[in-house]
């Protein structure tokens, strides 16, 4: 059972574009929503994150979209550059129990094209 | 101050062999998760740990797979008479406590079984 599914698998964008990443999650009790961002051969590091209480949260270029009703939430990158290449995966934790077990989506390839 | 550090970086075992893969938290870090990330995969939780405790085996395979976190040391886990599907990147995070919820992830070791 995959409960968070992640969409696009793979992305191309041109430099200066806006990319979408969403996401979608199945149970509940999750109550927070990390952005991770890879790139080859290294591990994940933390790009955002954002919890239920709001809608919307936003750094620098960077900026998830929370929609609590539907399950759903979404990774912007406006301006998209290059040097954004990289694998991005969503995931998800329930702080119930103080066990912060991350749930990851499949990832999305991204290409930022010059 | 030192991010989360694994060794080896790469490891490459004949199946039956057995695979010891460390991790070294960030300092001050109680609290550490390890993660498997197939080909083509997001990342999937394995078990959670503090100092001389498993808190969550869950995720982690009924036979050959074994973790510890022991008082002083690095966290280990342990593969035992690896089979060519143990193959995979092995990642660890660290986090301070379940009182925040951001997990720092280590460059990770890729396991190759022969």
């Known amino acids: 059972q995959q409960q968070v599914k992640q969409s696009p698998q793979s992305l191309i964008v041109q430099k200066g574009g806006i990319s979408i990443i969403n996401c979608a999650y199945e149970?509940?009790?999750?109550?927070?929503f990390p952005w991770y961002q890879q790139f080859p051969g290294k591990g994940p590091a933390l790009l955002i994150a954002?919890?239920?209480?709001?809608s919307e949260k936003k750094e620098g270029r960077f900026t998830i979209s929370f929609n609590k009703s539907a399950k759903q939430f979404s990774l912007h990158i406006m301006d998209s550059q290059p040097g954004d290449s990289a694998t991005y995966f969503c995931?998800?934790?329930?702080?119930?129990?103080?066990?912060?077990?991350?749930?990851f989506g499949k990832g999305t390839l991204l290409t930022v094209n010059p | 101050n030192a991010g989360v550090m694994q060794n080896p970086r790469h490891l490459v075992r004949r199946r039956g062999q057995e695979a010891r893969l460390r991790c070294s938290p960030m300092k001050g870090h109680s609290h550490v998760y390890w993660y498997r990330q197939l080909p083509e995969e997001g990342l999937k939780f394995m078990v959670y740990?503090?100092?001389?405790?498993?808190?969550?085996e869950s995720g982690m395979p009924k036979e050959r797979f074994s973790a510890e976190f022991p008082k002083e040391g690095p966290s280990i886990l342990r593969i035992q008479q690896v089979v060519r599907g143990d193959s995979a990147a092995y990642f660890c995070?660290?986090?301070?406590?379940?009182?925040?919820?951001?997990?720092?992830f280590g460059p990770g070791t890729r396991l190759t079984v022969l």
């Open positions: 995070a660290s986090q301070v406590a379940p009182i925040t919820d951001t997990q720092y």
């Open positions: 995931a998800a934790s329930s702080s119930g129990g103080s066990n912060y077990k991350l749930t």
């Open positions: 740990l503090q100092k001389e405790n498993i808190i969550d």
């Open positions: 954002i919890r239920p209480d709001v």
């Open positions: 149970n509940t009790a999750f109550d927070y």
